[in-house]
């Protein structure tokens, strides 16, 4: 029960994350098309008071503090199912809970450059240093996903990894190109859908209703460590992995939507129908007269 509140707390925060990111990105964008720079952060523009102002990197805090937390107490457990059985629940444990710690650094410099001229950090180092902890975090979970005795697991670690590098390679084309939309839209894109990831992986490993037919949880029989979730036979073990297949097929399309509906609602909200203006007609109205008058005066 403890492992399922903390993927749907992970969940929340990851979904609060991207979609708060999203909304502030089109914003943004749409307000000023010409002048759009890619952000780390984006105040609450509401707010009057300067300390309430930045309550989304304290929150960004708090969950990764819980994070943490979780991930340090998780490393002390014992864990005989997986691969190399403690020790290496222990450090691929501990892997996670460094990765954690990582982020939670990078937002605290982030809060003291927003704050403080103490530590002046530009977009582009932050985005730069973001896509080498996303890479990281890929390397760990993939990792993690190569020790599991459970195949479902591993599936669900896999597929983590993978949106993981996507993040890391978004985040190092804005790093280069801050004023590409479509890269940020798509980062923010990104922490949605592993939050959407999170929620299924807790849902297929810990929760009974929805975990494949022909599958079960893991049981050390002797300690009495409950494990994640394994298909004894091949043909229950392909169908469980077509279903998150196609879990994910469906979260990828979820996300998609959530983007064009927060696109269009944001530009409603703005009055902003679509890009482009005839600015040029004028000038090609004004060329046009100039060279009337060239050729009366020749004449």
Not at 237 to 260: E, G, P
Not at 263 to 270: E, P, Q, R
């Amino acid at each position: 029960m403890a492992t399922l509140m903390y993927h749907m707390l992970s969940s929340s925060s990851l979904l609060s994350l991207g979609f708060y990111h999203l909304i502030c990105t089109t914003r943004n964008r749409l307000k000023s098309a010409g002048d759009y720079v890619a952000k780390p952060y984006h105040p609450l523009s509401f707010i009057s008071q300067p300390h309430l102002r930045r309550l989304p990197l304290y929150l960004l805090l708090l969950c990764l503090l819980i994070s943490l937390i979780h991930q340090s107490l998780v490393s002390l457990d014992a864990d005989p199912l997986l691969k190399g059985h403690t020790p290496v629940h222990r450090f691929t444990s501990l892997q996670a809970a460094a990765v954690v710690f990582s982020f939670l650094i990078l937002v605290v410099f982030l809060l003291i450059s927003e704050s403080t001229s103490l530590l002046p950090l530009p977009p582009d180092l932050f985005f730069a240093l973001a896509a080498a902890l996303f890479y990281l975090q890929y390397s760990v979970s993939d990792s993690s996903a190569s020790v599991q005795t459970s195949d479902l697991q591993a599936k669900c670690d896999s597929v983590s990894a993978r949106i993981s590098a996507l993040s890391a390679l978004l985040c190092l084309v804005i790093a280069v190109q801050p004023k590409l939309f479509l890269a940020d839209v798509a980062l923010a894109a990104s922490i949605c859908l592993q939050g959407l990831w999170v929620l299924q992986t807790g849902l297929s490993l810990y929760v009974d209703a929805f975990i494949p037919e022909g599958c079960h949880k893991l049981l050390d029989v002797v300690t009495g460590v409950e494990g994640s979730t394994k298909c004894d036979l091949e043909d229950s073990k392909l169908r469980a992995i077509a279903i998150l297949d196609l879990a994910f097929v469906v979260h990828v399309m979820f996300v998609l939507l959530i983007v064009t509906v927060t696109y269009a609602a944001v530009a409603k909200t703005i009055g902003i129908r679509r890009f482009g203006s005839y600015e040029a007609l004028p000038n090609a109205d004004s060329s046009h007269i100039q060279m009337k008058a060239m050729t009366g005066t020749q004449a």
